[in-house]
């Protein structure tokens, strides 16, 4: 559903069809999974539970919904197939919202929720709850009519939903600092019990977890990680940066190692042990697996479409790397760089390979961790390839991976962004 689409009522999403981009069923919908915030806010729509053929259940995250059109919801075709299991901060509309009995704002009259609205924001990836379609007078069900008058309203003009701020449970923790920048929330999470930690870590979903993870310092990673089911620390692992996720599983013993690797998928996990395989402080231990790749008959605005892509980190969305196939990396022949301004200066329909940057030369994989601070140095870079003796790009060390393992190792415990003060540390 595009920015400025017409909002869906939940009830026309009840068995939904499921398909991938090939047109294929894979399921149908089964619930909706969302995050109860503080106060009036929005709830945050998180994404689907899916039933599939075999009777799994499956929670396919809104990041993977390409459009919800004429009775069906599309998918990037990308789905974990491991059975849903809800967690603390999340609530399920149809099990969980609808039917329930709430307070109207103005009036303070009691009505039954019977249908609820979602929409995606604008120029976001992010879908909220944005109405609430209420009956007054007695109880009903969500799905069949009952007497009294039926009306529609924002959802901050009801009461009954939203979390409690008052409360100590680890969902109230998450609401309040929902906001925060991954690493401002590791601060709050370092400076937790570890009891406390592990609440906090087990109530995030697992790309906020993961962000949060490549933020703290290793013990904390170590601790987080171990206290994991060991299918959702392979999941937060794949959600992690490669470079990251391999620096943490370095940490580990070996057969921990490889019970992890085991539960990834083969691709994810084939990058983690390429990574492991070079020495710590090198260009190619440093690493990420996954910059823009372009082919040369890509076009400018080819490149200009993956730079805009919200997940990437802007220092990887500073250039793209032009290679002969594979894509995938380790690529096909490097061919040159194309920074993001020249990008911006050339006419869309511009071949990539028309505006590289050939003479700039890449990083060995076994260059260590002085000479890449010096290339970076020496051209104002924030990112650079990573080529191997064959001529194939292996992957790109960014600015902020260079300066982590520049900093003292207690860094972190130096500089916070956030008042100890406001940090609620409760719990024991």
């Not at 930690?197 to 703290?216: K, Y």
């Not at 993001?340 to 990539?352: D, I, K």
Request: hydrophobic content about 40%.
């Amino acid at each position: 559903m595009a920015a400025g689409a017409p909002r869906i009522f939940v009830s026309h999403l009840s068995g939904v069809a499921v398909f991938d981009p090939a047109g294929d069923q894979v399921g149908r919908v089964r619930d909706l999974v969302v995050m109860l915030r503080v106060g009036q806010r929005p709830p945050r729509l998180l994404g689907l539970v899916v039933e599939l053929a075999t009777r799994r259940r499956i929670f396919l995250p809104m990041t993977r919904v390409t459009a919800i059109q004429s009775g069906q919801v599309i998918t990037t075709g990308v789905l974990n197939v491991r059975r849903f299991e809800q967690r603390p901060t999340e609530r399920l509309v149809f099990g969980e919202l609808l039917d329930r009995r709430v307070t109207l704002t103005e009036t303070g009259e009691e009505v039954t929720v019977l249908d609820l609205s979602v929409h995606q924001l604008p120029a976001r990836r992010e879908w909220e709850i944005d109405r609430v379609f209420v009956r007054k007078g007695r109880k009903g069900s969500a799905f069949r009519r009952a007497k009294g008058e039926a009306l529609t309203v924002e959802w901050t003009a009801v009461t009954g939903f939203s979390l409690e701020e008052q409360g100590q449970g680890a969902e109230s923790l998450l609401a309040t600092f929902e906001q925060l920048r991954p690493a401002d929330l590791a601060n709050v999470l370092h400076h937790l019990s570890p009891k406390r930690r592990a609440e906090v870590a087990a109530a995030l979903d697992d790309d906020r977890l993961a962000d949060v993870l490549e933020e703290l310092p290793e013990d904390d990673q170590i601790e987080i990680l171990g206290k994991l089911k060991q299918e959702r620390a392979a999941d937060v692992l794949e959600a992690m940066d490669p470079d990251d996720a391999a620096d943490l599983l370095g940490e580990l013993p070996t057969d921990e190692q490889e019970r992890l690797l085991s539960l990834m998928q083969p691709s994810d996990a084939a990058d983690m042990r390429r990574l492991m395989s070079y020495e710590d402080r090198t260009a190619g231990g440093l690493m990420t697996t996954e910059p823009i790749v372009l082919r040369p008959d890509a076009t400018v605005a080819d490149a200009l479409a993956r730079v805009r892509n919200p997940d990437l980190s802007p220092a990887l969305a500073a250039q793209v790397y032009v290679c002969r196939p594979p894509d995938e990396t380790p690529t096909g022949k490097y061919l040159g760089t194309v920074h993001f301004q020249r990008l911006l200066r050339e006419p869309p329909p511009s071949l990539v390979s028309s505006i590289l940057d050939s003479d700039l030369q890449p990083l060995d994989p076994d260059a260590d961790l002085p000479a890449i601070a010096g290339f970076f140095a020496t051209y104002d870079m924030v990112a650079a390839p990573v080529v191997d003796e064959a001529g194939s790009l292996l992957g790109a060390v960014t600015v902020d991976d260079v300066l982590d393992h520049m900093l003292p190792e207690d860094w972190r415990e130096t500089e916070f962004h956030l008042d100890e003060e406001e940090v609620a540390t409760d719990g024991s």
